[in-house]
Each structure stands twice: as C-alpha cells, then as structure tokens.
C-alpha cells in the first residue's frame, strides 16, 4: 500500500545551524508534496508544497527538494531560530485525494 | 477569513459511549477531508467528501465509525460503542477541491481531543 517513510524521527541543531529533514514515498503516481509545521497542541499548518513537475522550490529559509526517480523528497532549512522548534511532517498524495503522512521529526533548536 | 473549526475541543467520555464530532470548513471549500492523529504519529486518512457524497471512506477502521456531511458544509463523524483505542485526536481538513493546483491544498482545523476512559 502507500507509505510515507521519514527520517529521522528527531533532530536538535544550534540556532543559525541548518536542518535536513528526508522522505520517501511508496507511490509512484505520487505528484503532490506538502510540509506541515505543528507546534504542540496546534493544528497542522502548511509550511511549504512541491509539485512533481518542479525539482526545488524555495521560500525564504525554507527549500523543498524532489527527486521522482527516487523518491526521495526533502525540506531544508537554513539560519534556524528557536521558533522553528516544531514537529514537521511531510506528506503525499497520489491518484487519490488523501494525503499519506510521514510519522514526524521532532526538530529542536537550541539557542 | 475564517479557517477550518472543530468542535468541541476537547470530548471525554466512557467505553461503549457514542460521540459527535463537528467540523466546519473554510467557506467555499467543497473537499472535506478526516484525518485520526495518535500520539506521536502523523495523521492518518479517515474519509474524505467531494460535496455531500463520501468519495474515499477507505480509511475508516471499522463499522462503528460514519461520517455525514448533508449540505456540502458541515461534517459530522460518528463513532458508536467508543473504545478506549478510539482515543486520539481526530482532524478535519478542507480544500477547494480541484484535483491539481493550487486548489488541493489541505487546511487543517485545530482537531478534537477524544479520550475514551
């Protein structure tokens, strides 16, 4: 079935320091790839998207990057802040409207 | 404008109990979307309306749970003889509706905390 794999599961990073967080998706008709941002006890929000026509796309200190041959896709982001602090989930979605979430990366970021 | 909104925030209730939970999505959205989130994972499809009809109710784990959405606006998922592994916090979403584009985009609402004792 449709899996979304997501790694690592938590990462700590010194505030100005980058972070990488990386996924992989099941299926190969997957064309839709959205990052969400969620604070503890908040709502999911999203962060930044991917289209599977589109290789990288950028959004201030926020990169998302896909690799369809792959399947890899990952979020970068630069000049962390302690606000970035979060659990970031990727996800995707395929022929069907639903979207396959990844299990979440706790990100820490220490002043 | 206004986001998606879920009532009520938080539901307790005992074991073998029914419970409803609401949604309202942003105006003008006709996709509404359910998704279950337990600790520490991410959220997991439920079901999913295109208008008033369900189109995927694919991820819905049982019987005991139904969803209804009516008029094309407001959702109510319906979970009958509650379990305490019914506990999680149940997430509903809406988009514009379109296939592809920027019309796909899911808005989540803050979810409904379910806790069955």
């Known amino acids: 079935g449709e899996n979304v794999e997501q790694h690592p599961s938590t990462l700590s990073v010194q505030e100005g320091d980058s972070a990488v967080i990386k996924c992989t998706y099941s299926?190969?008709?997957?064309?839709?790839f959205p990052w969400y941002k969620q604070e503890l006890g908040k709502r999911p929000q999203l962060i930044i998207d991917?289209?599977?026509?589109?290789g990288e796309k950028k959004d201030q200190r926020i990169a998302v990057t896909l690799n369809k041959t792959a399947k890899h896709f990952s979020l970068h982001i630069t000049e962390t802040q302690p606000e970035d602090s979060a659990v970031y989930f990727c996800?995707?979605?395929?022929?069907?409207?639903?979207?396959?979430f990844g299990s979440g990366t706790r990100l820490l970021v220490r002043p | 404008g206004a986001g998606v909104s879920q009532t009520p925030s938080n539901k307790v209730t005992e074991k073998g109990k029914y419970v409803e939970l609401r949604c309202d999505p942003i105006?003008?959205?006709?996709?509404l979307y359910w998704y279950r989130q337990s600790l520490g994972q991410g959220p997991e499809f439920l079901i999913y309306?295109?208008?008033?009809?369900?189109?995927?109710d694919s991820g819905l784990p049982n019987d005991r749970f139904f969803a209804v959405r009516p008029e094309g606006s407001v959702s109510t998922l319906k979970i009958q003889r509650t379990e305490r592994g019914d506990s999680a916090v149940y997430l509903c979403?809406?988009?514009?509706?379109?296939?592809?584009?920027?019309?796909?985009?899911?808005?989540f609402g803050p979810g409904t905390r379910l806790l069955v004792l």
């Open positions: 979403a809406s988009s514009l509706g379109a296939r592809t584009g920027a019309d796909e985009t899911q808005y």
């Open positions: 299926d190969s008709a997957s064309n839709y």
């Open positions: 991917i289209r599977s026509n589109v």
């Open positions: 996800a995707a979605k395929g022929s069907s409207y639903k979207l396959i």
């Open positions: 105006s003008g959205h006709t996709a």
């Open positions: 309306f295109q208008g008033t009809g369900a189109a995927d």
